[in-house]
């Protein structure tokens, strides 16, 4: 069984997940020394949790003693999964196996496995941080330059690969684009930006300055000039 810790419907991240180790003694004559050993698969596994169990930062094991012909009996822990950023996007078998032995018998094991759902979650916030007044005349106006900054995050508990940042401005509204942070490139319709990997919970921005084109560019009164910024990955499309 399993606690949803983070109440996202999905065994994710955090979670954590309660195994019960059924055993029994189905032969005639009694075994001796009989112990059990679970490896809870600890590359994903950051608490183990056992009232009787001794956990020594690998496996988990179980002095039994002896076990009478026709006997049976049965252990449980609770392992908490490892928290946002340790599970690649996506479903990630975590397996669990666990060996019976005794003086009498062939080692005998079984497997569990489940599934942990984590998922990376982009998401940006596009804004301008102000301009310059290049002609002095008190309104954002041709000429003028204007500062956008592009924030972005993961919100999800995997990371996100091979980061893409694409800003779209109105080419027809541009006179020249610079200022570009973090080796962004304008090809002349798009600025871009390379991001590489962004982890579960991390968070950053990149800028540039655009220069409005020039008097005679623009109509009569106020003109609306749109600007997109999309962010990509191949793990959220």
Do not use: M, R
């Not at 309660?18 to 596994?45: C, H, I, K």
């Not at 993961?154 to 990371?159: C, D, E, L, Q």
Request: charged share 15%.
């Amino acid at each position: 069984s399993w606690s949803d810790i983070d109440a996202d419907g999905v065994l994710s991240p955090g979670d954590e997940v309660t195994y019960q180790v059924d055993y029994a003694n189905t032969g005639n004559a009694t075994a001796t020394n009989v112990t059990l050993v679970d490896d809870p698969d600890e590359g994903y596994v950051v608490f183990v949790d056992s009232v009787d169990g001794i956990w020594d930062g690998s496996t988990i094991s179980w002095g039994i003693g002896s076990l009478g012909a026709g006997q049976v009996g049965s252990v449980t822990y609770t392992v908490t999964l490892g928290g946002a950023g340790l599970f690649a996007h996506g479903d990630t078998d975590v397996v669990n196996t666990v060996e019976l032995t005794s003086d009498q018998t062939t080692p005998t094991s079984d497997t569990e496995t489940v599934v942990v759902t984590a998922s990376a979650a982009l998401s940006i916030d596009k804004a301008t941080s102000g301009y310059v007044d290049n002609d002095g005349n008190g309104e954002l106006s041709p000429g003028d330059t204007v500062h956008y900054v592009v924030n972005y995050t993961n919100s999800g508990n995997a990371a996100a690969t091979s980061v893409a940042l694409v800003d779209s401005p109105d080419i027809s509204a541009v006179g020249s684009i610079g200022n570009i942070s973090d080796a962004g490139v304008f090809n002349g319709s798009t600025v871009n930006w390379t991001v590489g990997t962004v982890e579960a919970g991390v968070s950053g921005s990149v800028s540039y300055d655009l220069v409005l084109a020039a008097a005679g560019n623009f109509a009569h009164g106020s003109t609306p000039v749109a600007n997109t910024a999309t962010i990509t990955s191949p793990e959220t499309g």
